[in-house]
C-alpha cells in the first residue's frame, strides 16, 4: 500500500469514527460524559493519532499526534499522579518485605 493510500484510509476512519459519534451525540445517544470527554479539543491530536498509529504504514505521525496530545494534557497527568505519589514509597517498601517474607529462600530446606 503506498502513502496516498495509507492517507486515504487513516483520514475517512478519522471522519468516519467523528461523524458516528457526532451522530450519536445528536441523537442523544452518547452519554454526556462521554461527549465532554471525546468532543473537548484536547484530545482531538489523541484520537486521530491512535487511528494514525492502527491504519498508517508510517507509525511516526500517529506517534508525533499522540504526543502532542498528551502534552495538552499534561496537567491533568500532572494531577492525577500527583495522588499517586505518595504512595510509592509504602508501596515499595511492602513489596520488598513481601519479597523476603514469602520468597524462596535458597538456604531453606
Known amino acids: ?9 487513516a483520514w475517512g476512519i478519522t471522519l468516519l469514527l467523528f461523524g ?3 451522530m450519536l451525540r445528536q441523537l442523544n445517544i452518547l ?5 465532554e470527554i471525546v468532543f473537548d479539543l484536547k484530545n482531538y491530536p489523541l484520537i486521530i493519532g491512535i487511528v494514525f498509529l ?10 508525533v ?4 496530545g ?3 494534557r499534561l496537567s491533568d497527568i500532572i494531577r492525577l499522579t500527583q495522588n499517586i505519589s ?5 508501596s515499595l517498601l511492602i513489596i520488598a518485605g513481601a519479597i523476603l517474607v514469602f520468597g524462596k529462600s535458597k538456604g531453606r530446606k
Open 1 to 9: 500500500m503506498n502513502i496516498q493510500k495509507d492517507n486515504r484510509l
Open 20 to 22: 458516528l459519534l457526532f
Open 31 to 35: 452519554p454526556p460524559d462521554i461527549s
Open 54 to 63: 492502527f491504519t498508517h504504514k508510517n507509525k511516526t505521525i500517529g506517534l
Open 65 to 68: 499526534l499522540i504526543t502532542v
Open 70 to 72: 498528551l502534552l495538552f
Open 86 to 90: 505518595d504512595f510509592i514509597w509504602p
